[in-house]
């Protein structure tokens, strides 16, 4: 995509990847990404904020040449990841005497990775202002969004907040403001629940320091540019809060159909005490939609039948997700089958020693659930109607 402008000086030239559909080779991107570089530009020089993945270098050098950039001086590096610190080293050769600014750790990771000399950094601190022509760029460090080199850059003359990673979304679209519209909230949600999740504590201080300074624009490196910064900043209070949904989610497997029934049982108990649940078949289920869910859901329930003694792989994939996510869920239970024996409820439970969680009761069924057992069921439901009856 072309070169956008944003204001006089500042310009989008990243690269929208419409088709690309997995992240990490983990985290699936059912509506792209987009890599977001910005130029600023001041006489015949510029200054570059992030560059794109290595896959988008030749489209990113096309942009550079239509927006007729002769001389770039510096690269604020916000990131070491690669997605948009992958084509710095080709900058620098492409414009020599070009820099790279940065804080002690990125840089550190940049040279690592691209392989850099040290006098190819420029050094800075969390709160050092840096002058380039009439423009004033102030660092702002966000350790853990989502790396621990992670710094924002605020210009205060512009009111522009560049949070590279941090309240971006992995959206590609044709649009570069974003419409505040339901699509992008669902985007920005996702991406929150796939990659800022486990950091929420931090964020939430993070988030305290930016309600403090005037922004008017919100320029992600992933995703549509905000125009209401207000739209993602209360959008991310909400979800680093402690407060959760009225919601259960119950990620599952079943072999022989017995912890299926366990399932739709227990679903259709809570439904008809108006707890809104969702049961997600994990062979069918977008992990992402699963991480989405994670976000509010008051309640965690995860369903297995028992194989070679412990859980289904595809529960202990969903139980390892749960635990690295770090949700705020209260309370998390077990529930499954099994024929002869099972230690499945304690193997479950050692993969998720990162949740703050009240421990319900776990229901075992020995081969195909009769009365008795879906008694238990019902008086799970009970306990956590009791539990949620408490949240509202
Ligand atoms: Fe978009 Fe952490 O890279």
Known sequence: MAVRKITDEIYWIGSVDWDRRLFDELIPLPDGTSYNSYLIKYDDDALLIDTVDPAKKEEFFLNLREANVNKISYIIAQHAEQDHAGCIKDVLQEYPGCRVITNKKCKNLLIDELHLEDNDFYEIEDGQVFQFGKKKYQ???????????????????????????????????????????????????????????????????????????????????????????????????????????DEVIIPYISMHGSTEKMVYHLTEQLIQKDIKVTPYHLIYTDIG?????????????????????????????????????KPKAKYAGIIGSFGWGSKMEEDILQLLKNLKVELLPTVMVKSNPRRDDFIKLNQLAEVIAKNHSNLK
């Not at 991406?191 to 999740?197: G, L, T």
Request: aromatic content about 16%; some cysteine; hydrophobic content about 45%.
């Open 139 to 245: 660092f702002i460090f966000a350790p853990w969004v989502h790396w621990p080199e992670t710094f924002l850059t605020y210009l205060p003359e512009e009111r522009i907040l560049f949070t590279c990673d941090f309240l971006g979304s992995h959206f590609a679209t044709s649009k570069l403001w974003s419409e505040d519209t339901p699509d992008i909230y669902y985007a920005a949600k996702r991406y929150y629940a796939e990659i800022m999740m486990p950091f929420r504590h931090m964020i939430k201080n993070h988030l305290d320091k930016l309600w403090e300074i005037p922004i008017e624009i919100i320029a992600p490196s992933h995703g549509p540019i905000y125009k209401k910064p207000e739209f993602i900043l209360n959008a991310y209070q909400d979800w680093v809060s402690d407060k959760v949904s």
């Open 289 to 325: 939609k699963l991480a989405m869910s994670l976000v509010d859901a008051a309640t965690i329930i995860l369903a297995s039948p028992t194989v070679l003694t412990g859980p289904h792989p595809q529960v202990v994939y969903a139980a390892y997700l749960c635990n690295i996510l």
